[in-house]
């Protein structure tokens, strides 16, 4: 059974940073791109980042300059480190997974987490 598990979330004022941590289990993920979309009540779950198994990055436009994907192969593990945070980044942040290439369509999504919340205070 695949698990993917977020960590990190919280509550963080304006300009802050919070870095989120996704742990994947119940397979192996060589070959698998890793990413993290986002949610705000109300909107549609969209691309923020995804990371290639071997490194190759895309960034969301809302994310491009402030946040920074990474991953671990080793470990099965991808990051999501976010500075300079804005209150319009307030969302549930979900660890996503697939197959191949990195993707940046929600429906293209394999294997989901379970989300963890980041509200950012003016």
């Known amino acids: 059974q695949v698990e993917l598990v977020e960590s990190g979330g919280g509550s963080v004022q304006a300009g802050g940073s919070l870095r989120l941590s996704c742990a994947a289990s119940g397979r192996t993920f060589s070959g698998y791109a890793m990413g993290w979309f986002r949610q705000a009540p109300g909107k549609e779950r969209v691309f923020v980042a995804a990371i290639s198994w071997s490194g190759i990055r895309a960034y969301g436009d809302s994310a491009k300059g402030r946040f920074t994907i990474s991953r671990d192969n080793t470990k099965n593990a991808v990051y999501l480190q976010m500075n300079s945070l804005k209150p319009e980044d307030t969302a549930v942040y979900y660890c996503?997974?697939?197959?191949?290439?990195?993707?940046?369509?929600?429906?293209?999504?394999?294997?989901w987490g379970q989300g963890t919340q980041v509200t950012v205070s003016s």
């Open positions: 996503a997974s697939r197959y191949g290439t990195i993707w940046s369509e929600a429906r293209s999504t394999e294997y």
